[in-house]
């Protein structure tokens, strides 16, 4: 038996605390479409308004107004300035929560890391 077993309290501490990396809160509006964007982003019935609640590193949480399956991949576009618009984030849904008045919580892992400018875009951003 491990040492966390017979303690209720660190097994339950380790199952809440699953992220390797910091989260930092932010509200920033972004564009997302669950299927592959062709070329130049327009606005059609393939993209979504959401917000982004939080972001890390390696992950990020979406408010949405729809829920999502478990898996699922989105393609996210920050409203920010200064971001590159070649550099869309691919994100895959891990965890979703109903929010208030009908949105939903999508946790999101990212496939490629946020590098230190893009961190620091979306930490900067003032909605």
């Known amino acids: 038996m491990s040492r966390s077993e017979g303690n209720p309290e660190k097994v339950a501490t380790q199952k809440k605390n699953r992220r390797s990396e910091t989260r930092h ?3 920033v509006r972004t564009l997302f479409s669950a299927s592959q964007p062709q070329g130049e982003i327009q606005l059609d019935s ?3 308004f959401g917000k982004i609640a ?6 990020i949480a979406l408010l949405v107004p729809r ?4 898996g699922t ?3 996210i576009e920050p ?6 618009a070649t550099r ?3 994100a895959r849904v891990t965890n979703v929560r109903p929010e208030s008045r009908g949105w939903w919580c999508l946790g999101c892992e990212l496939k490629r890391s946020l590098d230190a400018n893009e961190l620091q875009a979306l930490l900067e951003a003032v909605e």
């Open 73 to 75: 991949i989105l393609f």
């Open 79 to 84: 409203l920010v300035q200064p971001w590159d």
């Open 67 to 70: 829920t999502y399956e478990l």
């Open 25 to 27: 809160s932010c509200r």
């Open 46 to 48: 393939r993209w979504s």
């Open 88 to 90: 869309e984030l691919e």
């Open 54 to 59: 939080d972001v890390s590193k390696r992950g």
